[in-house]
């Protein structure tokens, strides 16, 4: 029989008969079925075919080892966090989790109390708090990796190939106690000069991110967790461009002074709770 508009879908279905592994079987089942649905529903001309087809191209090239766009791209429209959501169902007290963004490298490992701002300057802030399970014992030894953005909104990544600034890997004390100094972190537009920048900019919507520190805590026995900690206040709190923001996270910047150098500073606090695996 001819494939054409009523049999498209099941013609395609059924190339799979063979497929053994089931849960392929079923995710592409699920792609097709959907995919077809939208092309129906849409009725694309084939010159805005192309034109996805160019998009999603452009995507790819644009990404390397330090660029990577289709995370930015999966970001932008939601579906990282909605994956983060279906795969992080909140079952205790434990912290929240959240997106892990394009911006995440290989970090070196820094001792508690370190700076982990190496070429940048700004407002200087002690980052601290304590890892607890959810019967409130310490978690000690914990893997804490940090990364941020600088007070010009970039991340090392974005400045050069040799520069590692402003992350960093340290472990939780016996207390389950942390703490790291570093500069306040701003709020920043997530790389704009590819093609999900172009099409932020045709769906009229900004490319801020609220500041924030990304978190990624690893323990044996218990479940991975990739957080960040918001600032309270941030003018993008209400419009994050990868809608990572949760109420939990935000935490507010206090005025406090550096015991080493006497000078004044910000103080963030960020206590994590962790769950078993
Ligand atoms: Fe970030």
Request: aromatic share 6%.
């Amino acid at each position: 029989m001819d494939f054409n508009e009523n049999n498209a879908t099941e013609a395609v279905l059924n190339s799979f008969a063979r497929i053994e592994d089931k849960r392929l079987k079923q995710i592409m089942n699920s792609i097709i079925t959907h995919l077809h649905q939208v092309v129906k529903e849409v009725e694309p001309t084939e010159e805005e075919w192309m034109k996805a087809i160019m998009f999603l191209t452009k995507t790819g090239q644009k990404c390397d080892d330090r660029r990577q766009e289709f995370i930015l791209l999966s970001d932008v429209l939601g579906v990282s966090m909605l994956l983060d959501a279906i795969n992080n169902r909140k079952s205790n007290e434990e912290t929240e989790t959240t997106v892990l963004g394009p911006f995440h490298a290989p970090s070196v490992k820094i001792n508690n109390g370190d700076n982990i701002a190496k070429t940048v300057s700004g407002e200087n802030c002690i980052v601290s708090g304590k890892i607890t399970d959810v019967n409130n014992q310490p978690v000690s030894g914990a893997s804490i990796e940090v990364w941020q953005s600088g007070p010009d909104g970039l991340y090392d990544v974005q400045k050069g190939d040799d520069i590692v600034d402003l992350r960093a890997t340290l472990e939780t004390l016996d207390d389950g106690s942390y703490m790291f100094r570093t500069v306040k972190p701003q709020y920043y537009p997530i790389p704009v000069d590819g093609p999900v920048g172009d099409l932020l900019q045709n769906l009229d919507r900004h490319p801020f991110r609220p500041a924030h520190i990304h978190f990624m805590v690893k323990s044996k026995g218990y479940k991975d967790l990739v957080t960040h900690v918001f600032i309270d206040g941030d003018k993008y709190l209400e419009s994050d461009t990868v809608f990572a923001v949760k109420k939990s996270l935000i935490r507010k910047l206090e005025h406090g002074i550096d015991d080493e150098s006497k000078e004044k500073c910000l103080l963030l606090n960020f206590d994590i709770v962790m769950e078993k695996e």
